[in-house]
């Protein structure tokens, strides 16, 4: 991938070659990727495109606890499985997609898996899962390989956010972001449930479980300062869990002002003043997107 | 990946947690990556563990020309086939294995291939790629599977460097590490093979194809002045073409001194004065790998 990125003194730089890979000088496009506007505007990404599977299947599959199903996301990413997509969702997020869709799913916790390659690869590696899945007592594995029945169980997955908003649509959704290292996942996920359940506001949990990574929707209304601060109570506690597992505040949603104040725990003041010093580096006159990522009593 | 690092001002950085993902702050890991100690000292490297594949198939096939061997392996990456490793090496590079090894393989541009994952996939794999290569001119398609084999096999590449220095042991190497946009290896490589071959000096080729990547060893002798102008315009034309295309002046190097004359031509004054300030900013002294990566005459 390769930037083009205007800075806050106007200049315009290109942060790489064409090539696919290169030891030519500081990267700058993993610098300014994450950075949240603070030291430039991208103004053009060039990407590398892939190829499309060949072939690809799209598996199912119920457990009786989200522990069950975490540990069989982390089960198949270590056996070397190139899964390219396991999501976990739990029950209440089922439980929206039936009430969204008109379905009627077992409100259990669920995972979802897509598998590509070859034909014949892409349903060794479906039926290796279903042993693993069989193994942390899955039930009811199911996997499709046409077209149109792929799109059509890949949709729960697809429509689970605006399921989960729909499920309470006069209350607004706080969205949470932790990711751990994947041998954590499932105790990360277990203490979090145990949390989330025992809240009075509802909760649902979707997992981009292959990565480590999952949000809770905390569904509240604003103007209940109380269930506002409820909301901001759970995600706190998950933020600090992950921490204390070495994980991060946010997986992909971004630091903007509201993990600002994790940061210092999960990186240090070191790394804080590090990234300050670049950040006036680049833009003296603090003109980009200010007030965001870094906390203002970093000092450099 | 996450690191440790000492920075100039004695600041003992951590660059990240250990989940496998975060969008927490700038990413500090690969800022220092590759910048060559000139922004601190690495002092420790924390890397995710990758399972090794339940089953591998190493192959190898002879071609007529540099170009047919590149559009093979440009051929192998684009249709989706994930091979893990896949090399050229011109006929002076097999002709050095020949003599340091007492062997006999024929003379030509050859491509050797690993193939990785289950059993009945690398052997699929393997088999896509045998057609693929008998479509431009390949013959001799080999490939074992038995581990003894594999590893026999692997060795001429695994070798390729010393047997290369063996050719003309009075002789030092001059190497070469050029990578263009794939699409651009084998008109690259051709080019480049043109240039060499025309050469009094000897010039080997191997290549990390997939990657579009590709080195020449250069062999001269250093107490000839003409021999390493020699050795040094082959370099710079070969820097140039991939320049021209695109590509980056170095694969996997790195710039040290001897790149930085191409940084400017191949990122533009812009990136390199960012660079430059990034340095500044970190290192005021200039006490880190002072002189290298970063060119002299480029203003903050």
Chains 1, 2 share one sequence.
Request: aromatic share 4%.
């Amino acid at each position: 991938m390769v930037l083009q990125a205007v800075l806050p003194d106007g200049d315009v730089v290109k942060t790489g070659s064409r090539a696919r890979k290169s030891a030519a000088g500081y990267d700058l496009t993993r610098l300014i990727i994450g950075s949240e506007g603070t030291l430039g505007v991208i103004t053009e990404v060039t990407l590398r495109l892939q190829k499309l599977p060949s072939h690809s299947v799209v598996a199912m599959c119920n457990f009786q606890t989200v522990k069950d199903a975490a540990d069989v996301a982390i089960a198949t990413m270590h056996s070397g499985i190139q899964v390219s997509r396991v999501e976990l969702l739990d029950e209440v997020q089922i439980r929206a997609i039936n009430m969204a869709n008109g379905k009627s799913l077992p409100e259990v916790p669920t995972l979802m898996f897509e598998f590509i390659g070859t034909e014949a690869y892409a349903l060794e590696q479906t039926l290796l899962v279903q042993k693993i899945a069989a193994e942390h007592h899955g039930s009811d594995f199911v996997f499709v390989e046409e077209s149109n029945a792929k799109e059509e169980l890949w949709k729960i997955r697809k429509e689970a956010l605006w399921a989960g908003f729909a499920m309470e649509p006069d209350r607004q959704a706080m969205i949470t972001d932790v990711c751990v290292p994947l041998s954590g996942l499932a105790e990360c996920i277990s203490v979090s449930k145990q949390l989330l359940d025992a809240s009075p506001l509802t909760c649902l949990v979707i997992a981009h479980a292959g990565d480590g990574n999952f949000h809770t929707f905390i569904l509240f209304d604003p103007s209940q300062e109380e269930e506002r601060r409820e909301a901001e109570r759970l995600n706190h506690l998950m933020v600090h869990t992950a921490l204390s597992m070495e994980g991060t505040c946010t997986g992909e949603h971004g630091v903007g002002t509201g993990k600002m104040k994790y940061l210092e725990k999960e990186l240090g003041m070191e790394s804080l003043r590090t990234m300050k010093r670049i950040k006036a580096a680049l833009d003296p006159n603090n003109i980009m997107n200010p007030g965001k990522l870094i906390p203002s009593h970093v000092c450099i």
